[in-house]
Nanobody, 117 residues
Framework: QVQLVESGGGLVQAGGSLRLSCAFSGGRFSIYIGGWYRQAPGKQRELVAQISTDGSTNYADSVKGRFTISRDNAKNIVDLQMNSVKPEDTALYYC???????????WGQGTQVTVAS
């Protein structure tokens, strides 16, 4: 059974940095697409960043140039480095892995990120 455990959320000042980490267990991590999503109060969950099995990445326009997603297949982790954070980045951040982009995959429990202005 695949399990994802996020860590690294918290309170940060605008302009600061935060690193989220997601630990994967219960399968072969290298065959999964890794991703980070977020959901702010009253809004739908949205894709923040995704990293494919070959290491290619894509980002939401709102975070391009500020956030970086990475993966370490040896350690079974997918991280999200968040720089120059803004108050609008405040949300519950979820880790996700899926075998295909059109599948829902597996979700972590979420980690809260709050950016103070």
């Amino acid at each position: 059974q695949v399990q994802l455990v996020e860590s690294g959320g918290g309170l940060v000042q605008a302009g600061g940095s935060l690193r989220l980490s997601c630990a994967f267990s219960g399968g072969r991590f290298s065959i999964y697409i890794g991703g980070w999503y977020r959901q702010a109060p009253g809004k739908q969950r949205e894709l923040v960043a995704q990293i494919s099995t070959d290491g290619s990445t894509n980002y939401a326009d709102s975070v391009k140039g500020r956030f970086t997603i990475s993966r370490d297949n040896a350690k079974n982790i997918v991280d999200l480095q968040m720089n120059s954070v803004k108050p609008e980045d405040t949300a519950l951040y979820y880790c996700n892995v899926r075998l295909r982009t059109y599948l829902d995959g597996y979700w972590g429990q979420g980690t809260q990120v709050t950016v103070a202005s």
